[in-house]
């Protein structure tokens, strides 16, 4: 069984091209590329991208795209890296548009490239609630994996519970 | 809901104390410790240590002192971090040892302390397979998650499957 | 013998502080106090703070400012933490403004924060300048330290030669 | 002008190969490739390796012939990456052996591998004492640059003084 990717941007892909004249953080390849590198996963994978985009700026359009870009595809199991701001729009989103099938959301609250970053763990995570469960729309932050019905956020730590 | 760390050793943990005259590397502090300073956890958690050794120099005996220890504890939700050379046998002496609790054997092929470790992805897994799951003994490596009695080693790759 | 390093901002600084609604790179601490820690150097040293810019928009009374900082300390060996688009001018401000004392400016391509940045590498060169040369203002970046007077850059690669 | 990079082991190149039933930790290829595709350099250079020592199994022999190997070289400038235990002989037996020519030797207390290693560090020291010398043999460490004839070693700290 293939697990199936999907970048949309957020924190956890936030790079920082080199340039002369001016400096930028921008989103660069996907961090799953690199994170599934280092685990040299016992199962098969592709990793394609739907956006690059900070998750305050993900329209409502952007997650139908998402939903029809899922339901297009033959795969059971998604895992989305998403930015950690609308994670729980998103999944409500997801949920609402796609059955039988099952999507977990992660992202990471500093990017891949920093040597402190939470984004391996989270990703990690996220990979193994995909082969835990079945069908459903999950969050996986911060090492509890809910339901995009159950799942909370504290707007002053950023934490999910 | 607190979840406990016992660290026993195996590669996770290797680290390099500077000597003079010498080198060498030995077991320190859990790894568990760093990586869950970057993750930030929504949970309550304790790490304790109940040996440290290369799994394959673990016995019997040390064996069932991990499971007297577990039992001993009035909490349901443990990770071990152990050598990835013994994980099953392990896992299968706890599975007959110990009933009504959940625990989640880990580890990783390259000590957390490498840049391009796998001991945190490793441990976000295990992490989340205790926030989906509620007894039972299973070991979380490579990206699968599986009970002692369907998990299988290659002994080619090192690879869990 | 005490080394003076002074912080003014630039790539090597840049961090990602953890906010919820929205995000940014930001200035933090000097990242030398964390090189220097795994470095556990062989020489006094002190971290200051003259300010926090990116290098483009540090203006000549910036530059001024800096000058009398280092004139107004009794210690001789300075290496300065800047920017990489404006180390040419603002060695030249201080070649004409401070007298019988070692400046050596360095700066990084990527911030420290990035796990493959070249920030360790980059102090480190300054540091070895700092114990072979007595006096002047040197750039020491990409492997070569050579004088205001003397160093180009590249500006299509960004490298200092 | 072509600076070449010769590996004899030490800590420095310390890694750690996959392999199941049993670990081990032995010298992997030269962390020096590694370090300067971060800094991404403006000089050339070439990276060769002489022998894979812990440095207090290097001989006699071993260190005449590593004078042989550079006296057969027609550049100017080495940089010997070593184990931090004798690297004091090794340049006594250089300067003996080797006229007219720049070598500088470091290394590191935690190998490369390691996030927390002083290895970028120590490499670009050595780096800049290319940029900054002519002739004779050095040892870069902890932030110094000294020839052999005045390097001393705290034997209780291992820092080099």
Chains 1, 2, 3, 4 share one sequence.
């Not at 994170?35 to 305050?56: G, R, V």
């Not at 359009?61 to 998103?90: P, V, W």
């Not at 920093?114 to 082969?131: E, M, V």
């Amino acid at each position: 069984m293939k697990l199936v990717f999907i970048q949309t941007g957020g924190t956890i892909d936030k790079d920082y091209p080199q340039k002369t004249k001016g400096w930028a953080f921008e989103f660069g390849e996907p961090a799953t590329t690199r994170i599934l590198e280092k685990l040299n996963p016992s199962f098969e994978y592709e990793i394609i991208t739907a956006f690059q985009k900070d998750s305050l700026e993900i329209t409502d359009e952007d997650r139908l795209n998402l939903a029809q870009l899922i339901n297009s595809r033959s795969e059971q199991k998604f895992i989305i890296t998403h930015g950690t701001d609308t994670m729980i729009e998103t999944a409500k989103c997801l949920t609402e548009h796609i059955k039988d099938k099952l999507i977990v959301i992660t992202g990471a609250m500093l990017p891949e490239r920093f040597y402190n970053s939470d984004a391996p763990i989270q990703l990690g995570a996220a990979i193994a609630a995909t082969s835990l469960l079945k069908t459903g729309v999950f969050i996986a932050m911060h090492g509890i994996v809910k339901s995009s019905a159950t799942i909370k956020r504290n707007l002053d730590t950023g934490l999910y519970y």
